[in-house]
């Protein structure tokens, strides 16, 4: 392919004939197609003393803070020849990295095995942007249309899909805008629909959050799932809104809880806790307590009470009718166009 002379590849020598490039090495030549490629670099390296790299490359440069100039270690392009129609496309790869262990790994103590790996190596700890980019290109996909089908598919077998350590001020954040999948008019944030493989014997959780807590540290408020609605465009409305919703469809077990809680009684601890004004709903289906006993000091149903009898104008929802207890004269009172007592209570 090629002669080195004193390390150095001629352009003469690649190209055919003399000629002057901007580009210190170019390979131009549409009958080097055979396997393995252009270039190809073989070594072997039984004693390293560090990690080795095979190509090293250092480019430093500057911009002026004003426009998107700069260096760039590398450019790959690979595209389609002018040729390319429906019935004889091909795969695109950009680049593609294969690693080839033998033996298995397991981090421990250091024989990590990984296909790409990133670092910012800076010198006085300068904060670099981003490790991985999937940029746009908004003059050929204007608007919402896609330029992927997926901005990063994982199809291999792993013990963890996504998996981050560190330090991290938001460990997972979503921007940008969410839109219907083709003619579709629905949209999801996070969508899991992952099988639950046959191995699995015990239980299986889709969304689990067990923070822990740095020794020292004070943290007045820890939420676990929070819900708030964002910015309300001009013109645009909603229909309605779910903090959090239990289809119809989660059925099919032994036992269905649309929500559970399982905390045990003490000071500052509810099982449920409704802190708005707003009405608390329960549908046609009741609502049960525990089932009582003459010893029985908890899960009592409890009606609001007060000294003196009421005086407030409730507004009674349909089919149903407020109460109250008067705690000085004994009476107990329901509101259905005005307060009515019952006899005293002995």
Not at 327 to 346: H, I, S
Request: charged letters at 10%; hydrophobic letters at 40%; a neutral charge.
């Amino acid at each position: 392919m090629s002669k080195a002379l004193d390390n150095v590849v001629t352009l003469t020598e690649i190209r055919g004939t003399a000629v002057t490039h901007v580009s210190p090495l170019r390979i131009s030549d549409t009958s080097m197609t055979q396997t393995p490629g252009f270039l190809n670099f073989r070594r072997t390296d039984l004693a390293p003393t560090a990690i080795t790299p095979m190509v090293f490359s250092n480019f430093y440069g500057k911009g002026d803070n004003a426009t998107q100039i700069g260096i760039s270690g590398g450019y790959w392009q690979v595209g389609d020849h002018a040729t390319v129609n429906a019935g004889n496309k091909g795969c695109l790869y950009g680049i593609q990295i294969s690693v080839v262990p033998i033996v298995p790994r397991n981090n421990v103590p250091f024989d990590d095995v990984g296909a790409l790996i990133v670092a910012n190596s800076s010198p006085n700890g300068s904060m670099a942007t981003d490790a991985l980019y999937v940029g746009r290109s908004p003059t050929t996909f204007p608007g919402t249309l896609p330029e992927w089908n997926t901005g990063v598919c994982i199809a291999a077998n792993t013990h963890y899909c996504y998996f981050t350590q560190g330090a991290h001020y938001v460990q997972f954040e979503a921007q940008g805008k969410m839109c219907g999948l083709g003619a579709g008019t629905d949209t999801y944030g996070v969508n899991v629909q992952a099988e639950i493989s046959a191995a699995v014997t015990g239980g299986a959780t889709i969304f689990r959050s067990i923070p822990s807590i740095e020794a020292a540290a004070a943290v007045t408020t820890l939420i676990h799932y929070g819900a708030a609605r964002g910015t309300l465009g001009g013109g645009a409305s909603i229909t309605s809104q779910y903090g959090f919703r239990a289809d119809s469809t989660l059925t099919g077990a032994t036992n269905n809880y649309g929500f559970y809680s399982n905390l045990a009684a003490a000071s500052g601890r509810w099982n449920f806790y409704a802190h708005g004004t707003a009405r608390n709903y329960f549908g046609a289906g009741g609502v049960e307590v525990a089932a009582g006993v003459t010893t029985m000091a908890a899960g009592f149903t409890h009606v609001p009470a007060a000294a003196g009898a009421p005086t407030g104008v409730p507004t009674n929802p349909t089919g149903n009718v407020p109460m109250y207890y008067d705690t000085t004269n004994n009476f107990l009172y329901v509101y259905n166009g005005g307060w009515k007592k019952t006899a005293v209570f002995a």
